[in-house]
């Protein structure tokens, strides 16, 4: 069977089980290997604990990215569940987010989740913040 078949298989179980239509879309972010070994590393614990993705207004560009741990989930977060990692999207920055890959870099000098944003219109000097 291909994969639009399987697709389509699908999309005609889920209209006959809930009355609507499977609706494909694009996920909020996507993880590299490398953010996802490292959010493993950190999320290790007998309590679960999640990673909160969010955007504040801040710096020269306008936004920053603002990273925390949580242990629940808000309401309104997206979740993103990849290779064994649940990171949440604050419904206030899935749209500022929406398409990006977080990636985690590491050098002599620092480690760091980096995001790969295609909404980013410019960025400041330092790399700090950005404008959408």
Do not use: I, W
């Not at 306008?62 to 993103?80: P, Q, R």
């Amino acid at each position: 069977m291909t994969l639009s078949a399987v697709v389509k298989q699908a999309a005609a179980n889920t209209t006959k089980a809930t009355g609507s239509r499977l609706r494909l879309r694009k996920a909020p972010l996507v993880l590299t290997p490398a953010a996802v070994k490292r959010l493993k590393y950190l999320t290790k614990g007998d309590e679960p604990q999640f990673l909160r993705v969010g955007v504040k207004t801040k710096g020269c560009s306008g936004n920053s990215y603002m990273l925390e741990f949580t242990k629940k989930k808000d309401k309104f977060d997206e979740v993103v569940d990849q290779d064994g990692v649940t990171v949440l999207v604050d419904s206030k920055a899935l749209l500022t987010v929406l398409g990006s890959e977080m990636d985690y870099v590491e050098d002599k000098l620092s480690s760091q989740f980096v995001f790969h944003n295609p909404n980013v219109k410019g960025t400041c000097g330092c790399g700090e913040s950005f404008m959408v």
